[in-house]
């Protein structure tokens, strides 16, 4: 049905006025005009045109124009008035992307009970830091100006805290925390205990973990009933299920990890159980594996089943075929990982509190039963001192000392001022004082550096940050330890044995995947490569942008390349090396996650490992093409390398995926990615 005149008409108007207000605010200068015909031109076909409809034609009309400032300034229009932001104190900051700000619109803005978005994204940093700070009053400092140094670590994009803290500090739901391990015991009653404990971590924002290790095996006989039990599986159905229909925050789906151990008697269901497509979409896998099972796979040798609740051998195994198993499904589906579990513990300096069994949902955070722990980023992009050209800069080691010290602050303040959603996780959470303090930028800050992800030099420097990040971090918490307090169960600890009385936190680190944080940072993801040069994003309805790696960019103008030549086969594979005009030289130094060799992803991995207290977040991207030996050599080599946990992901293997990489399949379809995707493949294909 063909449009009024008047509603045309009405159209262009609004067009109009919004692409003048966001040229006028932004102060860019640009053919106003020539804009309003763009954006009028994208809307001729639409049945009906809408206010959404109307933003996004213009959003995308300014960016096909060069008008990024006016773009990113029409970014926040709808959702803060004009005349709101006239009379407040909150700046309008231009330095986010378009996506970092529409994401920042969709999830993190506080919000009031219409829904309307009423604090910019400078407004929610400053909401955070008072919130935050505000733990100093009872705790010896001035709170005013802790709160300008925490807002000002955060507005320089050096440091960001997990999504809870972002989203809830300040607010009446005031749960700051992402990991959680909610136990699961045995029983009908206490299935159903931890089916509610995680339906409130979720609604208030947080991941869980569970361990379903505990559950009988299904067959087993119920001495209450004289009934079979069903077995773990069929329980994690109900926690799956259940998932599903409740939003975490009311902002985002829930994720879960579940872990069974690999001497339980249901362990092959387990290890199958997501091969059929769509089957625990709300979970993420991991087999805890023990040693006993990695010398008995060594040897080509059986080992035992155990039932977990009379403790007798319930059956044997060849361990190389279980193995198998374990490698079948991850190259099938990129589930399930493997966690450590014997490794896991040995390094637990807490271990009088009792054992390890299970992660959060992207394994990088080991906890007891009911333990919480908040999470934070050190932007490693941010920490180099820049050079005269692209890979001519160097870490600043003494700033990124003073940024660790002020982010443990933070981050133990957080413990401080969080609201948590039951009494058993503030008592377990508040006797421990776990904190994780992780990176992001990572593969920015090698290529700033001049130095190539998957090489020796590579490894020397992760553990470097990493190494002064651990140092610092221990020294800053030892120090809040003697004005504050240690934590609680610090008896029950290895740091007193080890010249650390006083540390306030039992565990100071954490290489978290830091997901949509390194995008509002706009950044690298965790400690990930680069998983594409160039793509096109979905940011929203009708409105699709093309984002080429800006350091690639700067880097051919500076070698005198003609990046326009390198465009086009760039924007189809993401990767250089696919390349063969592209120079060696920025080949190397430009390596994508699937042009990395495994055995790098993994020594990677462990280079970071050996100088983080919990454990680390990473994901080995594979093609699509990679072979089911492939997959099984980095399970063996994680292991041998001293990692706590390894997950794979290979291209194609789940059938919605956030990336799309067409290249690699049609020559003629470029790289279209969702506004969600950060380059972890398996933590955000779902």
Not at 245 to 270: C, K, S, W
Not at 467 to 481: K, P, T, V, W
Not at 629 to 656: N, P, Q
Not at 665 to 684: I, K, Q, Y
Request: glycine share 10%.
């Amino acid at each position: 049905m063909r449009r009024s005149t008047s509603q045309r008409a009405v159209t262009r108007n609004d067009i109009h006025r919004a692409v003048v207000e966001a040229l006028e605010r932004s102060g860019e200068e640009a053919a106003a005009d020539l804009i309003v015909e763009d954006a009028a031109r994208h809307l001729t076909s639409e049945p009906e045109v809408d206010a959404r409809a109307i933003h996004g034609a213009v959003l995308a009309a300014l960016l096909r124009h060069g008008a990024d400032r006016a773009a990113r300034w029409h970014c926040l229009y709808p959702l803060i008035r004009s005349d709101r932001l006239a009379d407040s104190d909150e700046s309008v900051d231009l330095s986010f992307s378009v996506n970092a700000l529409r994401i920042l619109a969709q999830r993190y803005l506080r919000r009031n009970e219409l829904g309307e978005a009423v604090e910019t994204p400078d407004g929610m940093l400053r909401r955070v830091a008072h919130a935050v700070a505000a733990a100093d009053a009872d705790l010896g400092g001035d709170p005013a100006v802790i709160a300008d140094d925490f807002y000002d670590l955060m507005k320089e994009r050096v440091f960001l805290p997990n999504s809870p803290t972002l989203m809830n500090a300040g607010t009446s739901m005031g749960q700051l925390s992402a990991c959680f391990v909610i136990p699961v015991p045995d029983s009908i009653p206490g299935i159903f205990d931890a089916l509610h404990a995680m339906a409130r971590v979720h609604q208030s924002g947080g991941g869980t973990g569970f361990s379903f290790s505990a559950l009988r095996p299904a067959g087993s006989i119920v001495r209450s009933t004289g009934g079979a039990a069903s077995g773990p599986v069929s329980f994690m159905r109900i926690f799956d299920i259940a998932t599903d229909v409740i939003t975490q925050g009311g902002r985002r789906r829930g994720a879960n990890m579940g872990v069974l151990r690999v001497d339980h008697p249901d362990v092959l269901e387990f290890i199958r159980c997501k091969r059929n497509p769509g089957a625990f979409r709300n979970f993420n896998l991991s087999v805890g594996v023990t040693d006993l099972f990695m010398e008995a796979l060594g040897r080509g040798d059986d080992f035992a089943l155990i039932d977990p609740v009379s403790g007798a051998e319930a059956g044997r195994l060849r361990a190389a075929e279980l193995f198998d198993e374990i490698v079948e499904s991850a190259w099938q589906t990129g589930d399930p990982g493997m966690v450590f579990l014997d490794r896991i513990n040995a390094h637990h300096p807490v271990a009088g509190r009792g054992r390890i069994e299970a992660t959060n949902p992207c394994g990088e955070q080991p906890l007891l039963p009911y333990e919480s722990c908040n999470l934070g980023s050190l932007n490693l992009a941010r920490l180099v001192r820049p050079g005269d050209h692209i890979g001519e800069g160097a870490l600043d080691e003494e700033r990124l000392r003073r940024a660790a010290r002020l982010a443990v602050r933070f981050l133990d303040n957080v413990i401080e001022v969080n609201r948590y959603p039951l009494p058993e996780v503030t008592d377990a959470t508040l006797a421990t004082r776990k904190i994780g303090l992780g990176v992001m930028g990572f593969a920015e800050a090698l290529v700033r550096c001049g130095v190539p992800y998957d090489s020796r030099e590579g490894l020397r420097f992760a553990r470097r940050v990493m190494s002064i990040i651990a140092d610092e971090a221990r020294r800053a918490s030892a120090e809040l330890g003697e004005s504050r307090g240690p934590f609680p169960a610090i008896g029950d600890s290895v740091w007193p044995g080890r010249g650390w009385p006083t540390l306030r936190n039992a565990t100071v680190t954490t290489i978290a995947p830091t997901g949509t944080i390194s995008l509002i940072a706009d950044t690298s993801s965790g400690i990930e490569p680069y998983f594409a040069l160039s793509l096109v994003r979905n940011v929203m309805e009708g409105v699709r942008l093309p984002e080429v790696n800006g350091l690639l960019v700067r880097a051919s103008e500076e070698r005198g390349i003609d990046f326009g030549r390198l465009a086009a086969p760039l924007a189809r594979s993401g990767s250089l090396r696919t390349i063969e005009e592209a120079p060696d030289e920025l080949k190397r130094l430009f390596g994508t996650a699937l042009d990395i060799a495994p055995r790098w992803h993994v020594r990677m991995q462990a280079a970071f490992q050996a100088h983080t207290d919990n454990a680390v977040s990473k994901t080995v991207n594979l093609p699509r093409d990679a072979r089911r030996d492939d997959v099984a050599g980095i399970f063996r080599l994680a292991y041998e390398a001293g990692c706590h946990g390894i997950t794979v992901f290979r291209y194609g293997s789940k059938g919605e995926q956030v990336l799309d990489i067409g290249g690699l399949d049609d020559a003629s379809v470029p790289l279209t990615a969702s506004p969600e995707f950060t380059g972890e493949c398996r933590f955000c294909a779902t």
